[in-house]
């Protein structure tokens, strides 16, 4: 065993022990814990732990009052004073919005619970995405960005992260298989629980490909195979993944997830998020067939031609 | 090009703690900053479809001409969670719109504000951090 992958194997250990519960879920009928329903994730919590926080891991429940109002007054701000090109991309207010009004049940400052200091341990250097079109105007669809292609959502994951709307997930479970609906966009994961080994590494997918295992009442994901057109806070295609959920009350799946790439982190980091039960359904996304605004952009850009030329 | 700045910074760009200008789409791409309009009319029909609803009004002129006009909204599933569903803008409601016109010139706004005549904002922020809709 190296000592990377030992790190991670203690990380995962470490945050295993912090997942245990008493709780005993109720059992699908070919015998898994059952996880299924529809969850949210939606939290104000930040990834990492904010400046005026350092040192400090947990609110106690008045100052995470206090967070949640000072939050939720900014998000809800009616902001005009930055001139009309400003307005417009501000039309976003909080109306549009549903993210959230709480910081997790925990009232841990920040998801990352590894390191102890609430921050990605970056490595300097590691290169941003490069995505191909980005500051010209869009000659076609690929030259706008995944999530208006409806391709992926930065924070669909994986790892599954909070935005700022959408932060749905439906589990269904059969046997042999987890599947996961990512409400954003639309994409699920179908996760094999066969200890089938990986696809090759020649073979690489936007959500990578995952293979998961029960550890007592714990699904854990592994998921590797990512391909090199996204980024998770800059890791790359070598990303490797594992997630963790434990379902610890009816209304709750602690999840968990470790990142491991040693061209962005100079060592494995680890974020833990509840996924608080919440109503279904989730609607069908059909994101494509309702994707007006890329249409829209497009004309935009030929307009803006147009007016460059008549100049 | 927010939109593009915020994407080539990456997630970490979503988890800054002000206010965020990130939707599924850049609105600065597809509408004109110089174009602001003020859209008084009746819905005509709400398509609730993903990524982004869209309301359709018409609206009359001072000689009595009738245009159609396609507003963008939120999406809809955030939408439902917020207790804004389809019956929330029947068809003939008389609605104020407050946005920016599509840079090519069509009837396309996106709804930087919608009002009702009685001067009701549509989509009212959930400002109460005791109430977390989406949690049971």
Known sequence: MNGKVFALAAVILSSAALAQTKYNPPRTPDGQPDLQGVWTNVTITPLERPANLAGKAFFTPAEARQYEKDTVDRNNADRRDGGAQADLSRAYNDAWYDRGTKVVETLRTSL??????????RKAGAPAVAQAGFGRPPEGPEDRSLPERCILWPTAGPPMMPS???NNYQIVQAPGYVTILVEMIHDARIIPLDNRPHVDAGIRQWMGDPRGHWEGNTLVVETTNFNDKTRFQRAGQNMRLVERFTRTAPDTI??????????????????????KKTEGPIIEYACNEGNYAMEGMLAGARADEKKAASK | MRNRLAIAL?????????????AHHAFAAEFDAQKPVKLRGTVVKVEF??????IHMDVKDA????????????????????????DALPQGTEILVDGYQAKDGSNRANGRDITFADGKKLFVGGSNPDEQPNAK
């Open chain 2, 10 to 22: 990456g997630i970490a760009s979503l988890l800054l703690a002000a206010a965020p200008m990130w």
């Open chain 1, 254 to 275: 602690m999840y968990e997830f470790t990142v491991d790439d040693p061209s962005a982190f100079t060592k494995p980091w680890t974020a833990q998020i509840p996924m």
């Open chain 1, 112 to 121: 990352i619970i590894d390191p102890p200091d609430g921050h990605i341990p």
């Open chain 2, 49 to 54: 479809i993903n990524p982004h609803s869209w």
């Open chain 2, 63 to 86: 000689d009595g001409k009738v245009t159609r006009w396609m507003v963008e909204g939120g999406s809809p599933n955030a939408l439902f969670r917020r207790g804004v569903t389809k």
């Open chain 1, 164 to 166: 700022f709307y959408n």
